[in-house]
Nanobody, 115 residues
Framework: QGQLVESGGGRVQPGGSLRLTCAAT????????MGWYRQAPGKQRELVAS???????NFAAFVRGRFTSSRVNAENTMSLQMNNLGISDTATYYC?????????WGPGTLVTVSS
């Protein structure tokens, strides 16, 4: 079974941008809908976006218009471009299959939005 590794998180001021990357190893990526999830402190993990194998992306209402996502199946990578970040976007971000996250979770990447 493959692995998922997320990267690109960091600290940013409100209104700022970050670009996250999900890298997958093994034959776990290209044929599946992949999703971005996040978990804020004290809250349940939630689905942020889903990207089909053809690259069609759907977003949760709370990020729609601010986040975009794309994937490169040949490289087993997926990105999440986050713009106009707000304090409520502070969370650890993960990737996994969508709508059911059936793979072992990666370490996630922490995004902190703070002034």
């Amino acid at each position: 079974q493959g692995q998922l590794v997320e990267s690109g998180g960091g600290r940013v001021q409100p209104g700022g941008s970050l670009r996250l990357t999900c890298a997958a190893t093994g034959n776990i990526f290209s044929e599946y809908i992949m999703g971005w999830y996040r978990q804020a402190p004290g809250k349940q993990r939630e689905l942020v976006a889903s990207v089909t194998p053809r690259g069609i992306a759907n977003f949760a209402a709370f990020v729609r218009g601010r986040f975009t996502s794309s994937r490169v199946n040949a490289e087993n990578t997926m990105s999440l471009q986050m713009n106009n970040l707000g304090i409520s976007d502070t969370a650890t971000y993960y990737c996994n299959r969508s709508p059911v996250p059936t793979l072992p979770w990666g370490p996630g990447t922490l995004v902190t939005v703070s002034s």
